[in-house]
Structure formats: C-alpha cells, structure tokens
C-alpha cells in the first residue's frame, strides 16, 4: 500500500505534504528518549515499543500540521493514533484560526509538575472529541455502523468542563484535588431558605500572597460536603469570599488582593444551578443545570470600527478611542442595557422625548455610563459619542428579523433599525452576558482574494477543484454578478469532462450575486 494515506481525498490538505511524513516518523522513534524508560510491570514493557511507534507517528504529524497552519491561518489538533490494517491512523481536526481567536482562554496552559491543563473548554471539548475518535479506531471494525449512533453533546461537554477544571487543581497545586466540577453542580443546585446560590470561591495554592483570609475555619470544609459548602457560601458576596486550597476544601473567608495573579482562579455562583469559572478578568465558562458552554466571543474593538465605518460616513478614526471607551464600558453593565448610535440623534430624541428623559449635549464618559446604565432604557448617541437622551424607550415596527428566543431588548433594537430613516447602530448588552452589534454585517474581505481564487478555478479540472470551490462556496456573498458568470461556466466546463467509472459527482448551487452585497464589504 502507500507510505501515507489522506482522507477524505481532494480536500483541503494536499496529501504530497504528508509524503515524508513515514520516514521522519521513523527518525523520531530511533532516538526516542523512552527507549531508555523501564516500567515496573510487564504488560507496560510489553506495550512500551507499539507505544512509542505511535508517539513518534503522532511527533511527525503534528510537525507537519503545525507548518501548514502557520502558512494557513488554521489550527490542527491531532488525537492519539490507532492502528488500522496496519497504518497508523490519527484524527486530526483543523480549525480557521480566525474562528477561535474570539474565544476566551487561559494565557498558557496551567502546569504542575509533569501534568497540563487544557487552555479553554473549547480546547478541551476537543480533546474528548479526538479521545472518542481514538477509541473509536480501536473497535474491531472501526467505522461501521459510524451513523447509527448518536452523540450525547451534554456528556461530552460536562467530560469536557471535568477536563478543563484540572486547570484549578494544577493552579492550586495540589493533584489529590479531583473531581472539582461536580461538587461544583451539586453546590450550586442547592437552594438555601429558598433562595439560589450567590457567592464566589477563590481557588489558590496554600500561601498564596494574593488571598487575605479574614476567618480561618478549625476544620476545612471539603466540597463533597454539598450542603454544609452551600451554607458557608450564603456568607460571601462581592468583598467577601470562601477560600479554597484544594482537597482539604473550603478553608476560611477572605479575599483577593489583586484579580491579575497567575495562581487565583474564581467561581462565581450565580444563581440556582448556575455558576461562572473567572481567571483574572476573563470569563473562561458558563455553567447552567450541569451543562457548560463557551462565553460568546466579546465584542472586538476592530470589527466595532469596522461596523461603524460602514454605517456612518461622518466617522473619523480620532473618534474611535473614546466612542470605544463608552461601549467597554456599556459591556460591563451585568444588568444589561443598549446604547444606540444614530446620524440624526438629535432629532431622534426631540421626537422620542414623550418617553426619554432629554439631556444637554453631553460628551458621556465610561464613569457617566455606568451610571446612566443601571437604570432602563437606551442610551441615544451620536456616532462620536455626544449623548442626548438617556431612558429611552424605542418604538418601531414589527420585522421579519424578530427572534421570539431572545429577550425584549434585542427585539426592541432590531425593530427600531427596520422603521429608522438615518444611519443608526444598536449596542446590545444582555443580562446573560450576551452582546449583540446591529445590524450583523458580514466581515470585510479583500477584493483581491476573490479575483485570486475566481481566477484560480480557470486552470482547475475535476480533480483538484474542492479546494478552490469550497473556498468560492464559503465566500458566495462577496460574488458580484461578473464573478458569478465566471463561475458558473467555469463549473460547467469541469462537469463537461466524462464521468469516470466510480467517480461520484456532487451538483453546485448555481452562483448568484447576493442583494445585500455592495463595495463597503470589500
């Protein structure tokens, strides 16, 4: 057979990449450093050479994976092999970089001794992922009956957040810490006198110069002591917070000298079944009825210039500093609120001041909106950031765009962009943590890139056209009409070519140029 195979073939990886890949993976394993490791039991000598067969085949993989991402803009990550009629097979999933960048994650992996933490949850989800596909090539017939089960999503994300949370036991330095996200759960389900939990616990190593302890317990209470945990809980608040420096458990009351220590981590309950996992300022986990999910990527300073650039004309680049000051701190307000940006706020608040509170012109600095957002309504700006209406409360006709499944301010925003007759953008903060920029603009791409890969499909045939025509087929909305014509005859021409004997065919879409689309996405 071949040295190397790929699948699936005439996709994105160029299988020619791989071509050395056999005998690299060779020269790892002759001057592998376990070579010289002896184990104290059999089974694990006997197992030591296929071991180390697949630790190098896996070395040799990930240096090829970690070149190709380099010149590509993607992220691979590679699970541990399995052997297959004699190859071995690693998974491998690949990630755009750019998709994952937004995703809130730990600086660097959380280390101790010889153990490492995952450095996200989506990391982490991951790795499960790549464990079962590992698992999976081990079966007698790995790849049968593959459709004919069905993932369970929560329990891969809970084994997911387990993994994630070694992160707190490594921080704390202490590996007899385990299982910390259940009692996490079990904690956070129950109610005290009726009430849901509301508290924090700083995870710490035992000396750590950050914590001031205030009340020190006679005996620490562990976290598998649910309700007992719970109680002492129901003591902190925003000044005060239980102190954890592993297995022993809850060990006193105290607090954190300064959030951007490397070696604090912090839970936040916050209501019944609900709880957030902090490290420094960054929200690294949202937890709801045992399940976890990923924080939704924070709201980025370049794609807010790059919306407002687009929407208002009138925005300079010397406004962008202190318009930006005005939404970070509009992002912060844990109670929600929305700012709206119109060309016309002026007039705006002179029509609405039935049911807004009227203001001076008001150039509105990040202490004013801290304050000005505890109360309800929009805030009504111009796109420099002068206020002149706070309390708003914003009309507007129903739209198609309407979400039943999110909360009234979202709704409310996307009604009053569907009746505006100005340039207007909306700021959305939820009370979940959500932030929303509308309208959605799609990102901008270079106008370069699409006559590159329009013309690149010119000198493609039917056996090396996937990767340009996925790339085509991710980008449709960018397409003008002349880049449409283009594509279409070039796909009729490569579907002209006779159809080999077992070759299977997929149909394309037809290109069509979108309506939405105009030169300010270039």
Known sequence: GHPVCVEPENEEWDPAIFFNCHARAEEIYKSHPDHSMFYGDEPSMRD?????????ALAAVREITSGYDEAQGTKSYCGWPGK????YVIPVLQIKASQIEGYPSLPSAISFDQWKSP?????????CLLADASRALERKEPGRSLGSRSADIPAILRRAAQGFCSAITLATKDVMFQEVFDPLNVISSIPYEGAGAIGEILFAPV????????????????LSRHRLARKIIEMTGRSVNCICHGSGGISGLGNLRSIERDDVFRVVFTGHYKWDLYYKHVLLMNVAFGVPKLPLPRLSREDFYSTAKRIF?????????????????AMEQQHGTMLVFSEDAEREAYRLRNQAIGIEQT?????????ITGIDGAMLLSPQGVCHAISVILDGIATEDGDPSRGARYNSALRYLASSRSPTM???????????LLPKLRSQVRKSAIDFQVEALKSKDIHDLHKTLKWLEDHRFYLTTFDCDIVNGEIERIHSAPVEVGELRFDVQTFVPHPGMNDSYY
């Open 119 to 127: 450095r996200s949850l989506l990391d982490a989800t991951i790795e």
């Open 426 to 436: 909306c700021l959305v903060v939820s009370k979940d943590g959500n932030v929303d």
């Open 84 to 87: 297959v009629e004699g190859y």
């Open 48 to 56: 030591k050479p296929e071991n180390i067969r697949k630790n190098s």
């Open 313 to 329: 004309t009138d925005f300079k680049e010397e406004d962008g500093p202190s318009v930006w000051a005005i939404v970070e701190s």
């Open 363 to 371: 150039a509105i600095t990040s202490e004013l909106v801290r304050r």
């Open 207 to 222: 000396g750590s110069e950050q914590i001031e302890t205030h009340v020190h317990f006679h005996a620490p209470v562990r």
